[in-house]
């Protein structure tokens, strides 16, 4: 064989008369052995092309035919084209893997599946093992732990992460400390999994939430695999922040969805049956099906003295969703402070609008108060309307009348006024307090007929002498199918009715019933 001066520096052995095969590496006399062509074929080159390393450097070898019928072997030095080609392949697999990662945690808003994904993820992509710890809960850490293709396990320890160099600074939501200057060693026995073996390498990286960190990921790898890469533990940090904002997520959900539930649990409607003699059922359907609170409330107040009257209050805050609740909940807190006042309706309703106004709330609120008390078979009824719909009075023959009350909404202007209405009810009578919710309903067959005042009345003509409870059913059922899966305003229904027989008792037995909206 021949060769040129530069290929002479690859190949030093190739003199006149030795093989290929004796000089060159494996994969060039393979590729020269693969190659076949007619003789009769003129010199060119052929379309075929082989590669592989030389003396450290990677080579393409493109062959072609000469005159005599030997073959010419071309050799191109595609080291740095190569080592771009593996860079941006590399590059890709990561962008992917991130993207993948990205998806995988954000598609859940629980925190243990979060610590679960990013320990599993962790140990197939990036090391032989993988540990996810949250920030301490007492004298115990939650650590997630995953072997690469075994399954994340949970465990509660009680170390101090201030033992492990690192650790406790990562916890904290310091920068990383490299890898070499951490000693393997010194990996306590609860950091490495079960029959791991000796640690080689460790990566501890913190996993930085939103304003306080989210925890730590720990990156191990066994003797034989080799140390971490300054550019791997750059790639871990990558994947360590999107970790960190999905457990940093996952937790301020939960956060928030446990004083939600503490603070909805106070507005949700007991179980409203009898009060000194009294019966009272009431019902409340939101505005919207995902909200469970908004601006309709009601509030029962048992009497604190048998004999005098229980409160109820009934009211409509303008507007809905959680700003209504807000002033809801003040509306509540505010009558509950006067109910020594309870006889007297006007001066609670000034008092009321007076702290309203104070509070500098941009919104008003329409509301009706009724005092109620058994006198003999039959309750006697003190109602007051601010800015309400008057309450309906249903007669046991069926008949049913307009409560004559009226006065001014509280938290608009700075003097109110009201004119309060005394009714008797009759056993099996009973007084109806409802929001316009319920008459503003837009449904029908056309979709945009008002449910109404008169459709109303006519449904509670119908209720005669039924229970309290059956009555708030009829008119929710009722309203319900006529707005059908349209958009709807809060509805809120109270019923106050005279007993057919006697029966002492509280809301729920032994409490005062209270619901907002």
């Known amino acids: 064989m021949r060769c040129n001066k530069a290929a002479a520096v690859l190949l030093p052995q190739a003199t006149p008369g030795r093989s290929l095969a004796e000089v060159a590496p494996s994969w060039l006399d393979a590729a020269h052995r693969t ?193 971490f890469t300054e550019e791997e533990e750059v790639f871990a940090q990558l994947f360590a922040a999107r970790a960190g904002a999905a457990m940093s997520a996952a937790r301020l959900y939960a956060e928030q969805t446990a004083i939600t539930e503490v603070l909805t649990r106070e507005l949700l409607p007991p179980a409203l049956h009898q009060v000194s003699g009294v019966d009272f059922a009431g019902g409340y359907r939101p505005s919207a099906d995902h909200e469970r609170v908004g601006g309709d409330f009601y509030d029962v107040h048992p009497a604190p003295v048998e004999g005098e009257a229980s409160l109820v209050a009934l009211g409509d805050v303008c507007g809905k969703g959680l700003e209504a609740a807000v002033l809801t909940g003040k509306i509540r807190s505010t009558l509950h402070a006067l109910l020594p006042l309870a006889d007297d309706h006007q001066r609670m309703l000034s008092l009321l609008n007076t702290a309203l106004l104070d509070s500098r709330h941009a919104r008003f609120a329409t509301l009706v108060l009724a005092s109620a008390v058994r006198r003999g078979s039959g309750v006697d009824l003190r109602l007051t309307s601010a800015g309400h719909p008057p309450p309906l009075i249903v007669r046991a023959d069926g008949t049913v009348e307009e409560a004559d009350t009226h006065g001014t909404l509280v938290g608009a202007i700075h003097e109110v006024s009201a004119h309060t209405a005394a009714v008797t009810l009759a056993p099996g009578e009973c007084c109806v307090l409802y929001t316009d919710g319920i008459t503003e309903a837009k449904g029908g067959p056309m979709g945009g007929v008002l449910f109404g005042d008169e459709r109303l009345r006519r449904a509670l003509s119908t209720c005669a002498s039924m229970p309290a409870e059956g009555i708030v059913e009829h008119v929710q059922m009722l309203a319900a199918q006529w707005v059908g899966e349209r958009h709807h305003d809060d509805m809120a229904v109270v019923v106050i009715a005279a007993p057919r027989t006697h029966h002492l008792s509280a809301v729920n037995g032994h409490t005062r019933g209270r619901f907002t909206g």
């Open 35 to 227: 190659v076949r062509l007619p003789r009769q074929k003129p010199a060119t080159e052929t379309r075929a092309s082989f590669s592989g390393a030389l003396g450290g450097r990677r080579f393409e070898a493109h062959p072609s035919v000469r005159d005599d019928g030997t073959i010419a072997w071309w050799l191109v030095d595609d080291t740095d084209h190569q080592l771009v080609r593996d860079a941006l392949h590399l590059e890709r697999e990561r962008t992917a893997f991130l993207a993948k990662a990205s998806s995988a945690l954000l598609s859940s808003l629980n925190l243990g599946r979060c610590m679960e994904v990013t320990a599993r993820m962790a140990a197939e992509s990036l090391a032989d093992a993988a540990l996810v710890i949250a920030p301490t809960r007492g004298q115990r850490m939650p650590v997630v732990t995953c072997l690469r293709g075994g399954v994340p396990s949970l465990a509660h320890e009680t170390a101090d992460p201030n033992d492990v160099p690192g650790l406790g600074e990562a916890l904290r939501g310091f920068p990383p400390v490299p890898s070499r200057w951490i000693d393997p060693s010194t990996a306590p026995r609860w950091m490495v999994p079960e029959g791991f073996g000796p640690v080689g390498s460790m990566v501890i990286t913190p996993l930085p939430g939103h304003g306080v960190p989210a925890g730590a990921l720990v990156l191990l790898r066994r003797a034989r695999s080799g140390a």
